[in-house]
């Protein structure tokens, strides 16, 4: 034995690094599809309109000319 009973503590710090390591990976993936998956508020032309809305570009009645517009 290279120590003897003074390095078995050691022999499980590799794997348990291994599986920190891979659980990392795993969580860093996860996070960067679910950033890529998600969309802005509403989707299309109607949450471009509602965000120009909430940022005061458009007023409240072009708004609402503009939505029945894209909802017909």
Known sequence: MWGGYATMPWMFFGPAMMAIFV?????????????????????????????????GEIDQAEFEQRRRVLLN
């Open 23 to 55: 659980v990392g990976c795993i969580a860093v993936l996860y996070l960067m599809v679910r950033g890529v998956r998600r969309s802005p508020e509403g989707e299309g032309a109607l949450g471009m309109l509602q965000e120009r809305f909430a940022r």
